[in-house]
């Protein structure tokens, strides 16, 4: 609330959700303890988030939240669920960058990157990202990721961002003045 009060900020992502919603994600068996009913899921950070979410909804119109999360959790950005207004795609994102990091040539054999996404699109509110993770840890940038010369980089790029404005899914846009 800090940062939308003095900042004015217009949106909030929070990073690493599905660590905070599975007692046990990245751990080894014997390496976390059931909540009471002896399930996986944390409930307390459950409640945490989605009371996060509902007074940010309540108190600050306009103001977005994004969870970072990538797992099948339900209901994410559901207002009956944790009450999210878009959960970051990061399948799409990483699905999409592999086939376009893929020679033209040989696009054709790993077409699924692009078609398996869709068969979830629908099931939460999706916002597409170029994260910034992809950049740093000597990723490279989204013209380093594409093959060939100069002009099939350019090419590519101009490609990827047209199927990413034509993919269904919230676009993040950058607004000048």
């Known amino acids: 609330m800090y940062w939308i009060d003095e900042f004015h900020i217009d949106g909030i992502r929070v990073d690493a959700v599905t660590s905070m919603i599975y ?24 409640s945490l988030l989605t009371e996060l979410n509902s007074t940010v909804h309540e108190k600050y119109h306009g103001v977005i939240t994004v969870a970072e999360e990538s797992s099948t959790y339900k209901g994410i950005t559901s207002r009956s669920g944790i009450g999210f207004d878009y959960k970051w795609n990061m399948g799409w994102m990483h699905d999409t960058l592999d086939f376009f990091h893929t020679d033209p040539l040989y696009r054709k054999y790993n077409i699924g990157k692009l078609t398996f996404t869709v068969m979830y699109a629908y099931s939460e509110r999706f916002i597409l990202p170029i994260s910034h993770d992809e950049v740093v840890y000597g990723k490279g940038s989204l013209y380093q990721k594409m093959p060939g010369d100069y002009n099939l980089k350019i090419s590519n790029i101009r490609l990827f961002m047209s199927y990413m404005f034509a993919y269904p899914g919230k676009k993040i846009t950058i607004h000048g003045k």
Request: glycine share 12%; charged share 20%.
């Open 23 to 46: 007692l046990d994600f990245s751990r080894k068996p014997g390496e976390w303890i059931p909540n009471i009913y002896g399930g996986n899921i944390n409930l307390e950070a459950v």
